[in-house]
């Protein structure tokens, strides 16, 4: 494995030297993907949208764990929902599973939007009970239950007809069926055969396939390997009346196999027999009405495996809809003129004691001619798909009132960041070996060594588009991308903003965030990195620790007693100290190491740092790894009282730590040359291409998301912003929702034995607690500039040094002329 990262960190500094090879100009190269300064023609696809909410009248007062509603059935008339969850446990600790469960089914008119019924499906059902399918056919509700018999560990069913206008039970009956618990099973005919598929678990999830021919012939497949976990197929698409395309989902991506009915066999299809459908922004693959289609951040795709074609049928650009509730709602209908969507949207904020539920039903149909022809394409990437309800919001305004130009949302870097999110089609040696990284990720070394290679790949691909004048002219969620930030790639965003008043906004954040006096990305939203604990442990500085001060915190027995909280070894943790400090030694395009703060924080690390980073082991008593479905490891936390290393997105994680680290309210910069305060990372960010077709018109795009509403609404999800008055109502909110049941899992009950706390002994929250949470915010100081190609060429050359191996002075000779290299080449 290490051979392997060593390669890949190899080939993320080559191709970041082979930026200034590439010839600048302004003009788009004609087999350009970009769709900046397109026009919009007359017949560009564009449909018409009828949006419909639907109040389901169901209101939670209590904390939720999760819920979901889905569209059970409908017709001309009825809409059926089933809303489905379950609720906090308000009894014992916040790691407890949840008894409490949600299951109503609604039944709501769909030319009135008004609510017919409604049948609560956990009264008079015992527990134990499972709901297993519902149906909805000529006004009658048909519920299926499966009864558990731990006897037999098998189930029993038995089923409940509703009237869907009254609520009333119409009937029940045994179906008197019983099948083994243990197995996930599903069954479908096609063409007269029977496909039976069972999930079973040994040493990783494999899938039995049994054939069942017209005749009564059977025969049974196997899909099995240690080394891989099939899931299962979602479904089936017969390419002939011989073929079943049978696309079945592993821990890597989509492997495609073919079911040959007249053989009964299963036939793996190598890639080779695929390289017409690109699956690398697939979300989702489903089947409706016998065709399959193609989900992805951007729309819905039809995918013709006979013809093997796929043709796009929708994006979420071509109406005037709201694209990210779009994006959450289901399909139910899907074709070149008329799709019906639907889902339910959640615009309560992360304070909110009641939980109020709207379902949506949206018709979009294709209309002759498209209102915005004549408009100039403006083209915005956001990193990563994530996006919201205001950001999209803020896209349909500027569409709306732009008379030159309409933003489009484009998806054509995802491809690069297909290991973030949905499942892709590669081959078995790839899957294989996504499935063994994930697994071979065992310290936070590996994981940052990941997310650095991993990085590096999109922000050269983003620099050498933007400086051949084929990039986005907006780009969102980029900031992490160090390199982007001078003026050959960004615009100065300064003149956009104005003169901020520091009564009204933390205009802090906006200087740290400047590059040699640039603005080249305004943070929306940011997140603060540092150290949370009891302000008493803080050095003098009041804001964070010297080297010499943290040194002393972490060999303090009623702190960190020699176990230190930042776990990477020496390499990683000098980046992470160079990266909060960075303005001491990279200025106006020149790297200069041999400041004297270089030494201090090198000195530091040898000392002070082990070579390697910790070892995840759930065996150690101060962690807590979490371990997702298929075993790969989800998440870690180090355990210790007095402080946690810690990056902040807002109020609600302020908050929540606080109870994790004995209500610590302080938030330190981690060791510096001078004690400085925590960094800010962007959280949500918004930069212009200094090559964009017009820099002005997405500067106004820019004032859009700087409205107050926008900055409430992301406070309100638990945000940190950039105005103070948004910061201080979500803060009220704040309060309250934790002085009431939204905190009583932290606060109102012991952390260590979970016993219910008296009112009288429960933590209060006041306004001082956002004081102090301003406090923290106006201590910030400095951007946490990652450059990963500069990481990368300290995590190379300093362990010489930190292993005793070399001076620092010829260390320093060799990096600083190796990323001084990296900087000239960009700059051409």
Known sequence: MKSIHKKMLAAVLTASMLLPVVSCRKGRNKDSKSRSGQKISEDSPWFESTVKKYDLGLVFDDPIWYINNQAIDYDDDNLIIETDGQYEDQTNGPYQQPARYIDFITVVDRHTQEVISQVDLTKNKPVSDIIDEIKYENGIITVKYGKFSSLSYTFSYYEKDIDAKTGEILETRDLGAEEESYNSRYTVNINGYGIEQIQYQDMSQYLEINIKSPDGLTKKLELRDDNINYYGAQFYCPVNETEILFPVITDGGYLFYEIDLTSMTLIKLEKENLDWLDLSDSLNLMQLDGKIYNCTSKGFSAIDFKNKTVNQIFDYSWCGANRNILAGLMPQELSEDRIVLMGFSNSNGKFSLSSQFEFWEVELKKLDKNPHAGKQVLELYIDGRTSSEVIADAILKFNDTNADYYIEVTNRYDEDRSYLAGFWFIDDALAQYNANEHYNIRNEDDLERLKYSRGSELSNRLAVDIINGDGPDILMNVSQYGQLNNSDYLADLTPYIGNLDP?????????????????????????????????????????????????????????????????????????????????????????????????????????????KGRIWDDNAKDVLVVYGASHNIVGVEFLNDSARLFTCSGLKDYIENMAKVSMGTAFAGIPSTDGRGPVIEPNISVAVSSQALDVDACGEFVKLLMAEEIQESYALDGKFVLSRSALRKAGAAAIEYYNGAGGHNLFGVDQKSFIPLKNEDRYKFSAKNIDDVEKIILSCSAMNNVDPAIDIILIEEMPPYFLGQKDLDSVIKIAQDRAQKVLDERRG
């Open 503 to 611: 009564d009204k906004y933390f205009t802090n954040i906006i200087d740290c965030s400047k590059v040699d006096g640039r603005l080249y990305q305004l943070p929306l939203c940011y997140k603060i990195c540092g150290i949370q604990t009891n302000e008493k442990y803080i050095g003098a500085s009041g804001t964070g620790f010297t080297t010499g001060e943290y040194e002393a915190f972490l060999r303090n027995s009623d702190t960190l007693n020699g176990t230190d909280i930042i776990t990477v070894g020496q390499a990683f943790y000098f980046a992470k100290l160079f990266n909060a400090m960075s303005e001491k030694f990279i200025k106006n395009g020149k790297v200069d190491l041999s400041a004297p703060e270089f030494k201090t924080l090198a000195d530091y690390v040898r000392d002070n740092v082990p070579e």
